[in-house]
């Protein structure tokens, strides 16, 4: 699928979006470029991660699902103003108890950067992403005032446990198929960890 947008005036962007029978998922906005993930990029978002989280963010329960295995870089995504990477999403895939889900993050946007509707641009094109290849959920541990305008809710305590505690009004969930959230009940482990 090719879909494109093009206007006159120069003001207007342009907006490129290949799906499945190409393998490719980017899309051009002005000088912003979005594309998946790929290894080359790991130092830049590494970096990134240690800008916005600190080191604060190895002890943090995401930190010890994601430590398990790798992210899905199929379902991750950077944005760049040439050369640098200026913001990241990450999709890792999860069990939680004996349903299959995702993990979102981190997301993070670089400060210069912020409020340009990157890290927007970042959600939708990392949740499209996982509905076309068939996922059915999605958990995230952040604050529901900004994450709810991508429609997670939040998890009724005690039916989603992570592997360290989480304040349970941050433990946040997204469904790509209805009902899909009365499934997954346990404890969240890598998807390399389920037996």
């Given at each position: 699928?090719?879909?494109?947008?093009?206007?006159?005036?120069?003001?207007?962007?342009?907006?490129?979006?290949?799906?499945?029978?190409?393998?490719?998922?980017?899309?051009?906005?002005?000088?912003?470029?979005?594309?998946?993930?790929?290894?080359?990029?790991?130092?830049?978002?590494?970096?990134?991660?240690?800008?916005?989280?600190?080191?604060?963010?190895?002890?943090?329960?995401?930190?010890?699902?994601?430590?398990?295995?790798?992210?899905?870089?199929?379902?991750?995504?950077?944005?760049?103003?040439?050369?640098?990477?200026?913001?990241?999403?990450?999709?890792?895939?999860?069990?939680?108890?004996?349903?299959?889900?995702?993990?979102?993050?981190?997301?993070?946007?670089?400060?210069?950067?912020?409020?340009?509707?990157?890290?927007?641009?970042?959600?939708?094109?990392?949740?499209?992403?996982?509905?076309?290849?068939?996922?059915?959920?999605?958990?995230?541990?952040?604050?529901?005032?900004?994450?709810?305008?991508?429609?997670?809710?939040?998890?009724?305590?005690?039916?989603i446990i992570m592997p360290?505690?989480?304040?349970?009004?941050?433990?946040?969930?997204?469904?790509?198929?209805?009902?899909?959230?009365?499934?997954?009940?346990?404890?969240?482990?890598?998807?390399?960890?389920?037996?």
């Open positions: 699928m090719l879909c494109k947008i093009d206007g006159n005036e120069p003001t207007k962007a342009r907006l490129l979006l290949r799906l499945p029978s190409s393998g490719l998922f980017s899309m051009i906005y002005t000088d912003i470029i979005y594309t998946h993930e790929r290894s080359v990029h790991d130092l830049d978002i590494e970096t990134l991660n240690a800008t916005a989280f600190g080191p604060a963010r190895y002890t943090r329960a995401v930190h010890f699902v994601r430590q398990s295995g790798p992210h899905d870089l199929s379902l991750s995504f950077i944005a760049s103003a040439k050369p640098n990477v200026v913001g990241s999403v990450r999709m890792t895939q999860i069990a939680i108890g004996l349903a299959k889900a995702l993990l979102l993050g981190p997301i993070v946007v670089r400060s210069d950067y912020k409020n340009a509707g990157i890290g927007s641009t970042l959600m939708n094109m990392t949740l499209t992403a996982a509905r076309y290849a068939g996922h059915q959920l999605v958990i995230l541990v952040g604050d529901k005032s900004y994450y709810h305008r991508f429609n997670f809710q939040r998890v009724p305590e005690r039916k360290a505690p989480v304040n349970p009004n941050r433990l946040l969930a997204h469904e790509l198929v209805e009902g899909a959230l009365l499934q997954a009940t346990g404890i969240v482990r890598h998807i390399n960890c389920v037996r």
